[in-house]
């Protein structure tokens, strides 16, 4: 059965990194556009990065721009998340999702229909 898994959360000091990882199984994820959202209790879930199926290309929400790097390994059918410089206002629930649609951005990525989740991973900044 098709599914992402994520991994790589967890508790860490503000200005600490984590690197989240999204991993593929029953579906090649170079065939798919990517996004990473978050959500905290309460609160609508935000898209902070996304990775186009097309050219690779990767966009960023201003709230993580220059701190939040997204990168794919294809030979790992894995998408990662690279957290620099974390804040208190990171802390939340952290998912991947995947849509077979070839170009995607920060603007375009709420709306779209996304073939599959992850079950979502708590990140947690705190001194």
Same mark, same amino acid.
Do not use: H
């Given at each position: 059965q098709a599914h992402l898994v994520e991994s790589g959360g967890g508790l860490v000091q503000p200005g600490g990194s984590? !690197?989240?990882?999204? &991993?593929?199984?029953?579906?090649?994820?170079d065939s798919y556009g990517i996004g990473w959202f978050r959500q905290v209790p309460g609160k609508e $879930? =935000?898209?902070?990065?996304?990775i186009s199926r097309s050219d690779g290309s990767t966009d960023y929400a201003d709230?993580?721009?220059? !701190?939040?790097?997204?990168? $794919?390994?294809? &030979?790992?059918?894995?998408?990662?998340?690279?957290?620099?410089?974390?804040?208190? =206002?990171?802390?939340?629930?952290?998912?991947?999702a995947a849509v077979a649609i070839s170009k995607i951005t920060i603007?375009?990525? !709420?709306?779209?229909?996304?073939?599959?989740?992850?079950q979502g991973i708590q990140v947690t900044v705190s001194s």
């Open positions: 984590l !690197r989240l990882s999204c &991993a593929a199984s029953g579906f090649t994820l $879930r =935000e898209g902070i990065s996304c709230s993580v721009k220059g !701190r939040f790097t997204m990168s $794919r390994d294809n &030979a790992k059918n894995t998408v990662y998340l690279q957290m620099n410089s974390l804040k208190l =206002e990171d802390t939340a629930v952290y998912y991947c603007a375009t990525m !709420r709306l779209l229909p996304y073939d599959y989740w992850g």
